[in-house]
């Protein structure tokens, strides 16, 4: 049956061959030396589809229960627990020490399950006796197994593929999320891939807001977030792709003498999604991955990509056209976007002064910048920015230290870091509440095997990247360290790390190459990248 899913998925495609296609070399997931069937098609000049099928399910993976890494205390408390209920356990190493060589922590495991529906049961007995495990899948531990993997490749040739690459929000503006299927046909692309990171629920911001850095068609969409690196498209001649490291974004308001910081752009103030913006009473100045930080006293900037409305509350808004002319003003928030100009808001310390500065018919002036290294990016027609991360490859090397300051730290010295806004449809690790780290939150986002998007550079090619995942013995996903592998054996000295697990999707001629983890089918994203003609 599992090959009879494979054979579909890659005739689907009307692919021009099926062989050990030699111009995709061994891509190291699992191991070295698995067998690889590889389809691939020319979907126009220079850009060419793979459909790879790695490996094959092991008789020594199963399913088991799982604590995630987890420090000494907690996990003699829940070894203690165990034993009290007659229950038999283990401990293993994570598969990867951290981001500085530090040990993540052991990890609980019960029992040796055939079936899912088997360890599920087992799950919901301990779960009533007062312990919560959580069903897992070997082939998913980052350890050696021979998989399988099902992975997508899309090949550009930018010195003869005469088309675009570009991004779009889910259908045109921030607050609305879509399906990178739906994306791709309403941009009639030749391909389509999912994008950047973004808030998935109203929780942690505006449901669908790039979460870092945004830039589409050389309009700034969203602000970076300081420090993170940056996938950077532009489509002038010549075509370049290239990733910007420690990508920072410059906004300030003018008004007569005085200049004011913009804290952020098409956002809901208060929250800051990532961190790693030390303004304020934000915490924290590097970026903290999947965590918000908050701050009462922030100056937001909206433009059309927002939506037709702003976000309501307390505070003060007013409204510029495109000549900078205040047009309006208001002693609440919530109002409707202009079509060219922006609406501005203020919240908590900012108020008063900026109530006290503008007036109606007033000209102030907006200055939004984005830097890489401190060196200005110029953002013009045919400019697209796409936030992500880690960076996976940097000139050839992989560097697992370098990963602390993309938002993958394990301890914090100032203030506890939880993983109480980790997306629950992609829980990654179980949380250790007794430690002031995150180390259980590296091992289950970075060291475990997931569903992945990336994308990677080689001289004038470009390789992006989805290994779909978390589908026991069907595909396992990758690691990120297996990500930087596998772009260093395609032959790129620069990769990059974009949205992954559920959202992880690429979709040729309007079909997708596979399937989404989530249960309940393909997940809709904030912003997908594009190939059209």
């Not at 604590?67 to 034993?83: F, N, Q």
Request: glycine content about 10%; charged content about 25%.
């Amino acid at each position: 049956m599992k090959k009879l899913a494979y054979y579909i998925l890659f005739t689907l495609y009307a692919c021009s061959n099926v062989s050990n296609d030699s111009k995709i070399p061994d891509l190291a997931i699992g191991r070295k030396g698995l067998n690889q069937q590889v389809s691939y098609k020319k979907l126009a000049e220079g850009l060419f589809f793979y459909q790879i099928q790695r490996g094959s399910p092991s008789p020594k993976d199963y399913f088991v229960l799982s604590s995630g890494a987890i420090s000494e205390k907690t996990e003699k408390d829940l070894l203690k627990k165990l034993k009290e209920k007659g229950t038999i356990s283990w401990i293993e190493e994570p598969a990867e020490k951290g981001p500085h060589g530090e040990f993540l922590g052991n990890i609980v495991r019960v029992g040796k399950f055939e079936n899912i529906k088997d360890a599920q049961k087992k799950e919901q007995e301990l779960k009533s006796e007062g312990i919560q495990m959580t069903v897992r899948h070997t082939a998913e531990d980052n350890k050696p197994t021979s998989g399988p993997f099902l992975l997508s490749i899309l090949k550009i040739d930018l010195t003869s593929f005469k088309g675009n690459i570009s991004s779009a929000l889910g259908k045109n503006v921030i607050k609305e999320k879509a399906y990178v299927t739906d994306i791709s046909k309403k941009n009639n692309a030749l391909a389509a891939i999912n994008g950047g990171f973004f808030a998935w629920n109203n929780t942690v911001g505006v449901d669908g807001e790039p979460a870092g850095i945004s830039v589409i068609n050389g309009e700034l969409v969203s602000e970076a977030t300081n420090g993170r690196s940056a996938l950077v498209i532009d489509n002038n001649t010549p075509k370049k792709v290239s990733i910007a490291k420690n990508v920072t974004t410059r906004l300030r308001l003018f008004i007569n003498d005085t200049s004011f910081l913009i804290h952020g752009i098409n956002r809901e103030a208060g929250k800051v999604l990532n961190c790693g913006n030390q303004i304020d009473s934000v915490r924290s100045r590097i970026p903290i991955h999947d965590f918000v930080c908050n701050n009462p006293n922030e100056i937001i900037l909206f433009n059309k990509q927002f939506g037709k409305k702003s976000i309501q509350g307390e505070g003060i808004e007013f409204i510029i056209n495109e000549e900078g002319k205040v047009i309006s003003k208001n002693t609440y928030r919530g109002g409707e976007i202009p079509e060219k100009g922006y609406l501005i808001q203020a919240t908590g310390s900012y108020i008063e002064e900026l109530d006290s500065l503008i007036a109606k018919n007033q000209t102030i002036r907006v200055e939004t910048k984005v830097f890489t290294d401190q060196k200005e990016i110029k953002l013009k027609n045919g400019i697209y920015l796409i936030n992500g991360g880690p960076i996976l490859l940097d000139n050839g090397k992989i560097d697992p230290h370098a990963r602390f300051k993309e938002g993958f730290e394990t301890q914090f010295q100032n203030f506890k870091v939880s993983d109480d806004f980790v997306d629950k449809k992609d829980k990654s690790s179980i949380s250790d509440d007794a430690q002031n780290n995150r180390k259980g939150f590296y091992h289950g986002w970075v060291v475990r095997r997931h569903p992945r998007t990336a994308i990677g550079i080689k001289n004038n090619d470009v390789y992006i990247v989805v290994v779909y995942g978390r589908q026991p013995t069907i595909t396992a996903g990758a690691s990120i360290t297996e990500m930087s592998t596998l772009f260093k054996q395609l032959g790129c000295t620069t990769a990059f790390n974009l949205d992954g697990g559920g959202s992880s999707m690429m979709v040729i001629k309007n079909r997708k190459t596979g399937k989404s983890s989530d249960i309940s089918g393909e997940r809709e994203v904030g912003d997908a990248i594009l190939i059209t003609e």
